[in-house]
């Protein structure tokens, strides 16, 4: 466990195991130890091959402002996660399932307002940030989505048409994964599927993004009942230390004024 500081909140970073089934779930929380809790909180996933630290900067910038923050690998979601499971049986839904389960389980923390509980997912994981939302709706107050990859579905309507059939294995963009995989993605109804969550919605996206076109945002933008598309201009799928300052900003905003007001 370490500490860190700066001028508005102090934190601390705790190791926190979560189950789903016989699942393991590695992650990190991170929970502001000055000020008054409970303390709001956001459940962070990751992107397709990453891990939990890919979005470990988001989670201390919340912390700093008093929000608590817990990040997650998901089960077989890549080379360098922690959490059980293996690539070869995960899928968007199966991250969707971790994110339910991790939420269920953290929301009984007495540190955290279970009634200020926010859902957030980086491309991959804003996808499945997004599935997990439609299925608990009245447990998450907000749902904050970074450059999500609602283009999965189609990528791999194309890729099975391609290749003709699905294969057992095989990889993409370098990462493996399994035929539960593109079989999820291909059955998935995605602007269906999110549109059952009716919540405040906060989604970021690049104009270069060269893997998730912005049209797929714009749509689900469409799609939620009350969304508000920030568009980043000139950012590709990633943002930079310098795109990200106001991002950190708006979600902040986005968290203070659909917390709880008991919070």
Same mark, same amino acid.
């Given at each position: $466990?370490?500490?860190?500081? /700066?001028? %508005?909140?102090?934190?601390?970073?705790?190791?926190?195991?979560?189950?789903?089934? #016989?699942?393991?779930?590695?992650?990190?929380?991170?929970?502001?130890?000055?000020?008054?809790?409970?303390?709001?909180?956001?459940?962070?996933?990751?992107?397709?091959? !990453?891990?939990?630290?890919?979005?470990?900067?988001?989670?201390? /910038?919340? !912390?700093?402002?008093?929000?608590?923050?817990?990040?997650?690998?998901?089960?077989?979601?890549?080379?360098?996660?922690?959490?059980?499971?293996? &690539?070869?049986? $995960?899928? !968007?839904?199966?991250?969707?399932? #971790?994110?339910?389960?991790?939420?269920?389980?953290?929301?009984?923390?007495?540190?955290?307002?279970?009634?200020?509980?926010?859902?957030?997912?980086?491309? $991959?994981?804003?996808?499945?940030?997004?599935?997990?939302?439609?299925?608990?709706? #009245?447990?998450?107050?907000?749902?904050?989505?970074?450059? @999500?990859? =609602?283009?999965? @579905?189609?990528? $791999? %309507?194309?890729?099975?048409?391609?290749?003709?059939?699905? @294969?057992?294995?095989?990889?993409?963009?370098?990462?493996?994964?399994?035929?539960?995989?593109?079989? #999820?993605?291909?059955?998935? %109804?995605?602007?269906?599927?999110?549109?059952?969550?009716?919540?405040?919605?906060?989604? =970021?996206?690049?104009?270069?993004?060269?893997?998730? &076109?912005?049209?797929?945002?714009?749509?689900?933008?469409?799609?939620?009942?009350?969304?508000?598309?920030?568009?980043?201009?000139?950012?590709?799928?990633?943002?930079?230390?310098?795109?990200?300052? &106001?991002?950190?900003?708006?979600?902040?905003? =986005?968290?203070?004024? /659909?917390?709880?007001?008991?919070?």
């Amino acid at each position: $466990m370490s500490t860190q500081t /700066n001028e %508005k909140y102090e934190y601390i970073v705790r190791r926190r195991n979560f189950h789903r089934e #016989d699942f393991e779930i590695e992650g990190r929380l991170y929970l502001p130890v000055s000020g008054k809790g409970p303390y709001p909180a956001v459940l962070i996933g990751h992107g397709f091959g !990453a891990s939990m630290l890919a979005v470990a900067n988001y989670a201390q /910038n919340l !912390a700093e402002h008093g929000i608590a923050a817990c990040i997650i690998d998901f089960c077989g979601g890549g080379a360098f996660c922690e959490s059980d499971g293996s &690539p070869y049986d $995960m899928s !968007a839904l199966t991250e969707a399932e #971790d994110m339910k389960a991790v939420a269920e389980e953290l929301r009984l923390d007495s540190h955290i307002d279970r009634n200020s509980f926010f859902l957030m997912g980086q491309s $991959m994981g804003g996808l499945a940030a997004a599935l997990a939302a439609a299925d608990i709706p #009245d447990m998450i107050r907000g749902l904050i989505l970074l450059y @999500p990859a =609602f283009v999965i @579905p189609d990528d $791999m %309507k194309r890729l099975k048409k391609r290749l003709g059939s699905t @294969p057992e294995k095989t990889s993409i963009m370098g990462v493996p994964v399994g035929k539960k995989f593109i079989d #999820d993605a291909v059955k998935l %109804k995605v602007f269906d599927k999110i549109s059952a969550y009716t919540g405040p919605v906060l989604i =970021f996206h690049g104009t270069k993004d060269s893997l998730v &076109p912005l049209s797929y945002s714009k749509q689900a933008d469409e799609v939620f009942k009350s969304s508000q598309l920030v568009v980043i201009e000139g950012a590709d799928h990633g943002f930079s230390e310098r795109q990200n300052l &106001p991002v950190y900003d708006e979600i902040v905003r =986005f968290i203070r004024k /659909n917390e709880t007001k008991s919070s």
